[in-house]
Nanobody, 111 residues
């Protein structure tokens, strides 16, 4: 059974940082591109960052230069380092590959 388990969300002040983690089990992690999505209240889910199996990264314009996606194939984990956080980054963040989703981890950016 494939499982994706996110962690690392929380409450942070504007300008602060958080590091999200997503541990994947039940599949061959290294062959898949991995994505981070987010969904803010009342808005559609949007892709934030993607990392290919070979390590090529792409980002939404809104997070470029502030967020960094990375992966650790040995530990079946994908990370999202989020710096210079803004209130508009407030959302539930989800880990994804193909049609598999985690349960999400909430991020709130507020003073």
């Amino acid at each position: 059974q494939v499982r994706l388990v996110e962690s690392g969300g929380g409450l942070v002040q504007p300008g602060g940082s958080l590091r999200l983690s997503c541990v994947v089990s039940g599949t061959i992690f290294s062959i898949y591109a991995m994505n981070w999505y987010r969904q803010a209240p009342g808005k559609q889910r949007e892709m934030v960052a993607r990392i290919s199996a070979g390590g090529i990264t792409t980002y939404a314009d809104s997070v470029t230069g502030r967020f960094t996606i990375s992966r650790d194939n040995a530990n079946h984990t994908v990370y999202l380092q989020m710096n210079s956080l803004k209130p508009q980054d407030t959302a539930v963040y989800y880990c994804n590959f193909i049609n598999m989703w985690g349960q999400g981890t909430p991020v709130t950016v507020s003073s």
